[in-house]
Each structure stands twice: as C-alpha cells, then as structure tokens.
C-alpha cells in the first residue's frame, strides 16, 4: 500500500473513531511528517486526497480543519475508489461479509459501461453484505482470471480490495460507475430478504488498474429502503 494512501486511511481512522473533532486543526504537516516517518511530499498529497473527499479543509496559515462526517452509512458517499471495509471504517457502522458462491463465469456483456468487451475468463464472487443484522447489499463481482487467476472465501469475507492490492500487489487506479433503479429478481430476493419485483438501486462498476487493463466488473444491488446516494462536492475554479 502506497504510504501516502495509508496515511490518509489512519487519519480518517482516527476522525471517526474520535482521535479528531469536527472543527479541530489535524497535526501540522512537520509533525505529521515525524508522526509517519516519509517526507512533507507525501503527507501533502494524503491532505490533498483528504481535502477532495471531503474530510478536511485546509485552511491558509491554520492548517487543515475536519470537516463533518456524513451520519449514515452510503456505500457511494465517495465518488472514489474505497472497498466497502473501508467505507465502515470511515462511518463506523458494525457489518458482517457472508460469502455466497465463487465460481467461474464470463462476464456478462452488458456490464462493460466503456470500451471493448473483455473476452477473458473470469471468477464470479457473490457476497451479502449484513449492516445491523439487516441483508442490506448484494454484490456480485467479476475478476479477470489473467490477473487474478485463484482465491479463497477466506481472503474476500472482510476487503476484497485488501486482498488484490496487499497480497497480490495490484496497482488499482480508476473506474467508470453507473446507478440505476431495477426490480429485485429471485436471487435478489431470497438474498436481500425482500419480495420478488421490489425496487432496488443497481451499481454498476468497471475497475482498471494503472496499466489501463480491465480487473474487476462489480454489480451492488442496494435495498430500497436502506439505500442513500450522497456525494461531497467541492468547486474549482477555472483560471482563464
């Protein structure tokens, strides 16, 4: 894991668990420097990931303040990339990962949102996720054997992207995502414990490593009743 990427994940750590108020200045960036053992470079750009996710604000010749935190948990509340493990860290919501079948399976065509369609074969995770004893996400995750060839239901129940980037050492960069609304199938509904036909929000993502090769196709079927799309916006002005 890249050390500016590790730092940004302690430090959101310690904003949700506490450690960091809403309205308190984070550590210089000299101490935090000291703190973490890497140069000024490195702690700059994990304030600035902070800063467009919406955790800080930094502020001339204050510092960097924390924002607030969003009260709810929202597997999009970032336009980032985070894996869901992640996501509960920042929101400090209790969950459990329950593992429903890994087998192989194509992707299916009409979850590529851009480019060509892949004709690699792929392994097919599906995974509930329970939030407050409550099945709440359906995820269905394609990864393309070439890259991923092998894996265990012991190294995806808690972070599938802690597995891809620590254990195998992927480089993960970018991804195209789509939301929409559908009806609950039969799988849907024997999963989410919700009747056949009910309304649920689709997440479609298509996940890229730096190289620029396909790695991950991701379908999240959301329960209406739990879902919420928030997203931190910030303005940038254009210089002429």
């Known amino acids: 894991m890249n050390k500016f990427y590790f730092i940004r994940m302690d430090i959101i750590n310690s904003i949700s668990y506490g450690e960091y108020q809403e309205g308190d200045f984070?550590?210089?960036?000299?101490?935090?420097?000291?703190?973490?053992?890497?140069?000024?470079?490195?702690?700059?750009?994990?304030?600035?990931?902070?800063?467009?996710d919406g955790y800080i604000q930094k502020i001339m010749g204050k510092g960097s303040r924390v924002l607030p935190l969003?009260?709810?948990?929202?597997?999009?509340?970032?336009?980032?990339?985070?894996?869901?493990?992640?996501?509960?860290?920042?929101?400090?919501?209790?969950?459990?990962?329950?593992?429903?079948?890994?087998?192989?399976?194509?992707?299916?065509?009409?979850?590529i949102i851009k480019g060509d369609y892949p004709e690699e074969a792929a392994t097919k995770l599906t995974r509930v996720?329970?939030?407050?004893q409550v099945p709440t996400i359906l995820d269905i995750d394609y990864l393309v054997k070439d890259i991923v060839p092998v894996f265990e239901e012991k190294d995806v129940e808690k972070s599938l992207y802690l597995y891809l980037e620590d254990v195998l050492g992927l480089d993960i960069s970018y991804g195209n995502k789509e939301?929409?609304?559908?009806?609950?199938?039969?799988?849907?509904?024997?999963?989410?414990?919700?009747?056949?036909?009910?309304?649920?929000?689709?997440?479609?993502?298509?996940?890229?490593?730096?190289?620029?090769?396909l790695l991950q196709v991701t379908v999240s079927k959301h329960r209406e009743d739990t879902f919420k799309f928030s997203q931190f916006t910030r303005r940038k002005k254009i210089k002429e």
């Open 26 to 52: 984070l550590p210089s960036e000299n101490q935090l420097c000291k703190k973490y053992q890497v140069s000024r470079d490195t702690v700059r750009k994990s304030l600035r990931l902070l800063e467009e």
């Open 70 to 111: 969003p009260k709810q948990f929202d597997e999009t509340a970032t336009s980032g990339l985070l894996s869901f493990a992640e996501l509960d860290a920042t929101n400090a919501t209790g969950y459990i990962t329950k593992v429903i079948s890994i087998e192989d399976e194509k992707i299916p065509e009409e979850l």
């Open 129 to 132: 996720r329970v939030i407050d």
């Open 179 to 213: 939301i929409t609304i559908g009806k609950a199938n039969a799988q849907d509904s024997e999963l989410l414990g919700i009747s056949e036909g009910d309304s649920v929000a689709v997440i479609v993502n298509n996940v890229f490593l730096s190289d620029t090769r």
